[in-house]
């Protein structure tokens, strides 16, 4: 028999290995592959007994990556996303005009589609898929040129370039804001709040707005949302009032479809940084968006 010419664990072991590391859930990685929970955790057992060592940690369906596991996923998502690349140019036959970038759905929605126009203008041959999601998982998949986060500059295995800033403040509708001219920044916690819940860390919610502005409060009332777009919908039907990021609502604000109420103004813990893969080479059009981003950013720190 002829011995395998690189030593490795099979081809399948392996994929299974790298979809599990990207979900971090055994279920959705059976659900991706098409087979079942168990098959998944055989053949991750397969490569640790190969290896001598977990790649797994912590109990039931949900798992983190060991050191091992980290160091072995960095290098086969590396691996598999330049083989995903070379196979998606040899189908194109020219991957030079395609890109995909990954961002939230209210910065996709409220910044970046706003000014993507000016791109088209620009770079008309370029082909620019999205892919809108709140969950981090998704801007690891293969086909991810580009991404848009929010946070503090560091995720594994990427580089990150800042692009601009932000402050938040409360925003209302203009009737809410008459209806509650004389209101000040500690008679927020009494007024209906309208609350954004489970999209990207890092975003600040009411409660850690009125701790950071020292503001004592109780239990805070108010209607909860998971789509911050729909949140500024309700602020403008006056409905409440919703934490407004400067970078995403200065157009409503200019517009007066939502207006400032009180002085409160904090500065954002975080930035939005643009990010790409520390192992892989962009392709041409990814390169081409990217300076354009960095330049329509940096016109608007200097707004």
């Known amino acids: 028999m002829v011995r395998q010419y690189f030593d490795l664990p099979f081809l399948t072991a392996l994929e299974v290995f790298e979809a599990s590391a990207r979900h971090l859930a055994f279920k959705l990685t059976a659900s991706e592959l098409d087979v079942t929970s168990g098959e998944i955790r055989r053949q991750i057992k397969a490569i640790e007994d190969e290896l001598g060592v977990p790649l797994f940690a912590?109990?039931?369906?949900?798992?983190?990556?060991?050191?091992?596991?980290?160091?072995?996923?960095?290098s086969l998502a590396s691996s598999f996303s330049k083989a995903s690349d070379v196979v998606g140019a040899i189908k194109r036959g020219d991957h030079s005009r395609n890109v995909t970038i990954a961002s939230t759905d209210a910065f996709v929605s409220m910044w970046l589609m706003p000014r993507m126009r000016r791109f088209w203008s620009q770079h008309g041959d370029i082909k620019v898929d999205h892919v809108i999601s709140d969950s981090s998982r998704d801007y690891r998949r293969a086909e991810v040129e580009l991404r848009i986060r929010y946070g503090c500059?560091?995720?594994?295995?990427?580089?990150?370039e800042l692009l601009f800033s932000d402050v938040i403040y409360p925003v209302c509708g203009p009737g809410f804001a008459q209806q509650h001219s004389d209101a000040t920044a500690k008679c927020l916690p009494e007024l209906p709040l309208l609350h954004v819940e489970g999209i990207q860390s890092g975003w600040a919610g009411w409660d850690e707005i009125l701790r950071r502005a020292r503001i004592p409060h109780g239990p805070l009332r108010g209607h909860r949302f998971s789509k911050f777009f729909v949140a500024l919908q309700a602020a403008q039907a006056d409905q409440g009032v919703a934490v407004g990021w400067h970078r995403l609502v200065r157009r409503s604000v200019e517009e007066g479809k939502l207006v400032r109420i009180t002085d409160l103004k904090l500065d954002?813990?975080?930035?939005?940084?643009?990010?790409?893969?520390d192992n892989r080479t962009l392709s041409p059009g990814a390169e081409r968006l990217r300076e354009w981003l960095r330049k329509i950013s940096a016109e608007e720190r200097n707004a």
């Open 58 to 74: 912590g109990p039931g369906a949900d798992v983190t990556l060991t050191s091992a596991g980290n160091d072995l996923y960095s």
């Open 268 to 277: 954002a813990s975080g930035g939005y940084y643009l990010t790409w893969n």
């Open 153 to 160: 500059g560091s995720w594994p295995n990427e580089t990150a």
